[in-house]
């Protein structure tokens, strides 16, 4: 298959639905072969499937990004299905809606229960590192790319979600240093901080009511949400060829709202 991914094999967390799951369709498009991963077994098979109608090539792996041994599973995936890995995309996490439905509470430091401050840093965070930690001794010829998602969460403080902000900006770090000291081996690290993205993790949340669509709309600067396509098309840019001379970078895909 031609495209700007040919010949390259990218594991995709959290694909079954969303930003995950736009990009491993558009990845598939330009010609990847995907391994799709998400906590629930019934998504995994619907991306896999959607991908293979479309003529694409993938793979699905059902499993916890926060466990080890799942992580590994997932990861040994690209290599017995498709003998290769290229590229790491961490996309999973939780927060807002998906936070809420496991009964998670997004609180302020003083109100966030010890508990709830884990399991958002075991998914969000630790997840990442998993999946760097496994994946990067994975890599063909030890070379590839990792595209990791905080968000502009990250960027700003929050008054009422301080482990998300926390995880996501302790996503943003771990980039740098993932770029600083596998860069000579030929591994690419960056951060996509996606804005306010029209998906199931805000819909009942942020996005509730046209009300509340308008007026994150008109406080931004191009004027409208943003979509998975946004996101997936930067991630497609960071993943191919085109950004080579690009890693260690925290880049917001926000329609402005952090200029
Ligand atoms: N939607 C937004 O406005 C927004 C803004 C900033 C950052 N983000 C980030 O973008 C990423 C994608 O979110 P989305 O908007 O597509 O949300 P989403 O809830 O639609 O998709 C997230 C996916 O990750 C999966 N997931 C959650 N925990 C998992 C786990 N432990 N193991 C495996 N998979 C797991 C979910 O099942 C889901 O399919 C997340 O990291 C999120 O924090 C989203």
Redesign the pocket.
């Given at each position: 298959m031609s495209g700007q991914l040919a010949g390259r094999v990218a594991v995709i967390?959290?694909s079954?639905?969303?930003?995950?799951l736009v990009a491993a369709q558009l990845f598939a498009r330009e010609g990847a072969k995907i391994i799709v991963?998400?906590?629930?077994q019934e998504?995994v098979t619907k991306a896999v499937d959607s991908i293979i109608a479309a003529g694409g090539e993938a793979a699905g792996v059902a499993?916890?990004?926060?466990n080890a041994d799942d992580v590994q599973r997932v990861l040994a995936a690209a290599k017995e299905k498709f003998g290769r890995l290229d590229i790491i995309y961490n996309?999973?996490?939780?927060?807002f809606s998906?936070t809420e439905r496991m009964g998670i509470k997004m609180d302020d430091t003083v109100n966030c229960t010890v508990e709830d401050w884990q399991r958002i840093l075991d998914?969000?965070l630790t997840?990442v590192f998993l999946f760097c930690k496994f994946g990067i001794p994975l890599l063909h010829d030890g070379r590839g790319v990792i595209i990791n998602?905080?968000?502009?969460?990250a960027l700003k403080g929050a008054r009422n979600a301080h482990a998300y902000t926390a995880t996501?900006g302790g996503v943003v770090a771990l980039t740098r240093s993932l770029a600083v000291t596998y860069g000579q081996q030929g591994v690419r690290a960056n951060t996509i901080?996606?804005?306010?993205?029209d998906?199931?993790?805000?819909q009942s949340v942020l996005l509730s009511s046209n009300a509340t669509r308008d007026a994150i709309a008109s406080g931004t600067p191009v004027g409208r949400i943003?979509t998975?396509r946004d996101i997936a098309e930067l991630a497609l840019f960071l993943a191919s060829d085109a950004s080579s001379f690009i890693t260690g970078q925290t880049i917001a895909c926000d329609g402005g709202a952090t200029a």
């Open positions: 967390t959290g079954g639905r969303g930003q995950g991963n998400d906590l629930d998504s499993g916890d990004v926060a996309n999973a996490g939780i927060g998906a998914i969000n997840g998602t905080a968000s502009i969460a996501k901080c996606p804005g306010v993205i998906t199931e993790m805000i943003g998975p």
